[in-house]
């Protein structure tokens, strides 16, 4: 209680603008008391229009109080000094570079708890005070502190803005409303701000509800994360599997192939010695008949000689020379044939399998796929290289240096035989499987010429409607003629309104199963676009069907 007691006679005595125990104490006519010099340097400082106003209860004078040392006051000062009490209290915080200052605090400033749009100034806790307990100040608006204060001041008429022009959409003071904003829609600050916080609390609701949709955004895509992950391990978990189960195949009927060689090779090993083994007891027999006829023939006593000849046994054919038919030495080697032939039949099937198999894998597209590119820039960002195959060029054709034109000639040309070759058509393919995001250019000339995609499985050879682009299911094409475009698949036509130019953009979006042309100039114009699902890679086709034609996939720029 007595440091209590102590804290507030040090309040009392202690001058609001310098926080010192007042010096030369005098009291101002409202009651309120200072440091000479403090109120003498506040009003020779601040009072600009000869009015002078309290720094506490901002009570105003129209003539400059004369100032008089109270006495009184001056003694109980210096008694409370010789108790010990010095300085202002040492909770006091003071106004750092980055904190609002206190407008009534002189020297070194306190900082400010409250901002008042009423006076338009910031105080500390004890110049606050007057606004809590003065009457008057009841109704001025109090504000978390503010540096802003003087944007609230008309630059003009150094009056404050409580008003607002919608008109001109600024705030306004009451002389700027009749003055050069007379006959403007304007309201009051605070009657447009009630109808600006309605719409921001709109906005927030707004936003709130994006935030929570997009939270649950969020939660399904981390949700697809899972589910894709699990998807993911769970095949590769099984095509590991089945990998696994086709090489033990692989390596049983490996084994099961060495197994029948080895046994084959024992046999026939076998019967081979045991014809051997008996023919050499033939030799032996034969040998040892010879030995004797040798003998015999040494005789010298013919009549010897002549009585021993009729008991020589007789000579017989041997059976097993005769039975003795060795075929041309091939022995296994017919086998190793056939499993070369199985190997190429599984390297066929495993070429087209994994094709199929990369399309899956590809296909598999969670999100919707980003929008076709609205500019040439943008389409030439997927751009991509592509080469005409030698081997599937019809005769007819001739490729340039680099293989990306083709031109009709009417001599044969002696290509080589090859199953990917179209036989009658004059048409060409792409080296190049398309997938995923492509564009290529084509700049043809003459009288007619197709520029397409195809699966590689389209027919090459016939004159049917198989092996000709667009007239089929397995391929898709754009008619470029001096008459006009037309597009077809499945020997389907359309016809394509538009001035005709002589470079035609492609653009494929394998995954998304879209596929659309364009004619190229200064401006990209949309001829055709498809949109289906395509099962198997593409390629790049091109068909010139006149003497006079010629086209080239040009190269990325």
């Known amino acids: 209680m007595e440091q209590q007691a102590v804290q507030l006679d040090r309040e009392t005595f202690s001058c609001s603008i310098c926080l010192e125990l007042l010096k030369d104490p005098v009291t101002i006519p409202c009651g309120h008391s200072y440091c000479m010099n403090c109120i003498t340097n506040f009003w020779d400082g601040g009072e600009k229009k000869k009015s002078y106003h309290c720094p506490q209860c901002r009570k105003t004078f129209t003539q400059r ?13 210096e008694q409370l000094k010789k108790t010990g009490l010095q300085a202002a209290p040492a909770d006091h915080h003071y106004a750092g570079p980055e904190d609002v200052a206190c407008d009534s605090c002189t020297g070194r400033k306190l900082k400010a708890i409250k901002s008042c749009l009423f006076c338009l100034a910031s105080f500390c806790e004890k110049h606050l005070q007057p606004h809590h307990n003065v009457a008057p100040f009841n109704k001025h608006k109090l504000i978390e502190p503010s540096k802003n204060l003087q944007n609230n001041i008309c630059s003009r008429h150094d009056e404050v803005m409580k008003m607002f022009c919608r008109t001109d959409q600024k705030c306004i003071c009451y002389l700027c409303s009749v003055d050069e904003h007379k006959g403007h829609d304007t309201v009051s600050a605070a009657a447009e701000r009630t109808e600006k916080q309605r719409e921001l609390e709109e906005r927030r609701g707004k936003i709130q509800q994006m935030i929570q949709d ?10 697809e994360v899972e589910a894709i992950n699990r998807s993911a391990d769970k095949t590769v978990e099984d095509s590991e599997k089945i990998f696994t189960e086709l090489i033990r195949l692989l390596q049983k009927r490996s084994s099961e192939v060495k197994q029948q060689i080895r046994s084959q090779q024992e046999t026939e090993v076998s019967r081979v010695k045991e014809l051997q083994k008996k023919l050499q007891q033939e030799i032996t027999e034969l040998k040892r008949k010879d030995a004797e006829l040798e003998q ?9 000689f002549l009585l021993n000849y009729p008991s020589l046994p007789a000579l017989s054919e041997s059976t097993l020379s005769s039975s003795i038919n060795i075929r041309p030495l091939r022995h296994f080697e017919d086998v190793t044939a056939a499993v070369s032939e199985l190997r190429e039949k599984l390297q066929d099937i495993l070429r087209d399998s994994w094709t199929n198999i990369s399309v899956m894998v590809t296909q598999v597209d969670v999100l919707l796929s980003e929008p076709e590119p609205k500019s040439r820039a943008g389409f030439l960002r997927f751009s991509c290289e592509i080469t005409l195959d030698p081997n599937t060029v019809n005769t007819n054709l001739v490729l340039s240096p680099g293989n990306r034109k083709v031109t009709v000639i009417t001599q044969d040309q002696s290509y080589s035989r090859h199953p990917d070759r179209f036989t009658e058509w004059w048409q060409v393919l792409s080296r190049e499987n398309l997938t995923g995001r492509c564009y290529w250019e084509v700049e043809w000339s003459g009288q007619q010429v197709y520029i397409a995609v195809a699966y590689k499985s389209i027919n090459k050879v016939g004159y049917e409607n198989e092996s000709k682009f667009g007239h089929n299911d397995k391929s898709w094409a754009l008619d470029c003629s001096l008459k006009g475009f037309r597009f077809g698949h499945n020997n389907i036509w359309t016809s394509i309104s538009g001035p005709v130019s002589s470079r035609v953009g492609v653009y494929l979006n394998h995954t998304a199963g879209l596929l659309s042309f364009y004619s190229v100039s200064e401006t990209m114009t949309l001829l055709h676009r498809v949109q289906t699902r395509f099962t198997q890679p593409l390629l790049a086709g091109l068909w010139v069907c006149t003497n006079r034609d010629s086209a080239e996939i040009c190269k990325p720029k």
């Open 65 to 77: 109080p004369d100032l008089q040392k109270s006495t009184m006051l001056a003694a109980l000062v």
């Open 214 to 223: 997009q939270e649950k955004d969020v939660k399904l895509l981390q949700q």
């Open 296 to 304: 015999l023939s040494h005789t010298e006593d013919h009549n010897q």
